[in-house]
């Protein structure tokens, strides 16, 4: 499931309720760091799309983003269609949402019992984004500072709110979303996967237009580059989503790299 280095192209996904997408999907560990704790993961025949960016010392942050998305998609493929509210998730989700929003609380709950079992493990967790694309919409689920965009019509807005005390700074006004682009810094998201037994999830529903770029991403692309400069490489690759994560990719290590970076680019066709 894991990319270093190269591009991968998951099989367009015929299952995905009707719907054909087309994939792409990247994860490098930037200039700088020596390691990756991005994991990326996917289930085309579910229409699941999953990045997540782990944290804690020696390769702690590794374990739980792996983990994470592994235990996400496992457990999405057994259970139910139609599921009971979930203390975490809201109760007025859809079935589809609710089964995406269960699984992650149950990977929620094995990475956190999985951070008990081994000193060199203890505290560690990560962020989440999920895409699950179910009929005519996408269903989206974050936790922490990774990030989902959506390109449409030349235009890219960012669907996640990110659970950072910048971000908590930004809706009091105190400062402005550039200045927290520029301070950056991890190590201050209010949210994560993995660190206690329970979890909120924000979970939301788009409707899909055909052309839709949906871009799962982690920190380290949006802390070194804009998101005009998101917008123009994603305009510049006109659809073509394997261009459009190499591109990306390319700009924020040609931007430093301080960062693993992580992308997954879905166009809706
Ligand atoms: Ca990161």
Redesign the pocket.
């Known amino acids: 499931m894991r990319i270093q280095g190269g591009i991968d192209r998951p099989a367009p996904a015929p299952a995905a309720r009707g719907l054909h997408v087309e994939c792409a999907a990247l994860t490098d560990a930037g200039r700088v760091r020596t390691n990756n704790?991005?994991s990326l993961a996917w289930d085309t025949d579910a229409g699941l799309f999953l990045v997540a960016?782990g944290m804690g010392g020696c390769n702690a942050g590794e374990v739980a983003s792996r983990l994470a998305v592994r235990m996400v998609l496992a457990e999405f493929r057994q259970l139910p269609l139609s599921l009971p509210a979930q203390e975490g998730c809201s109760v007025v989700l859809s079935p589809p949402a609710m089964r995406l929003c269960t699984a992650i609380l149950k990977a929620n709950r094995a990475v956190f019992e999985a951070s008990l079992q081994q000193p060199e493990h203890a505290g560690m967790g990560t962020t989440l984004v999920a895409v699950l694309f179910h009929g005519q919409r996408a269903i989206i689920a974050s936790i922490g500072d990774s990030r989902v965009y959506r390109f449409r019509a030349g235009q890219l807005e960012q669907l996640t709110v990110d659970h950072t005390v910048l971000q908590e700074q930004i809706e009091f006004g105190l400062i402005t979303p550039e200045q927290a682009r520029l301070m950056g810094g991890?190590g201050l998201i209010t949210r994560a996967l993995g660190v206690e037994p329970g979890l909120e999830v924000d979970v939301q529903e788009q409707a899909l237009q055909p052309g839709d770029v949906f871009l799962l991403c982690?920190?380290?692309l949006f802390d070194m580059i804009a998101d005009e400069e998101i917008a123009a490489i994603l305009a510049a690759s006109q659809g073509n989503v394997e261009v459009a994560a190499r591109s990306l990719v390319g700009a924020a290590n040609a931007a430093g790299g301080y960062?693993?970076v992580s992308v997954i680019a879905v166009r809706i066709d």
């Open positions: 704790e991005d960016d991890r982690t920190d380290g960062d693993n």
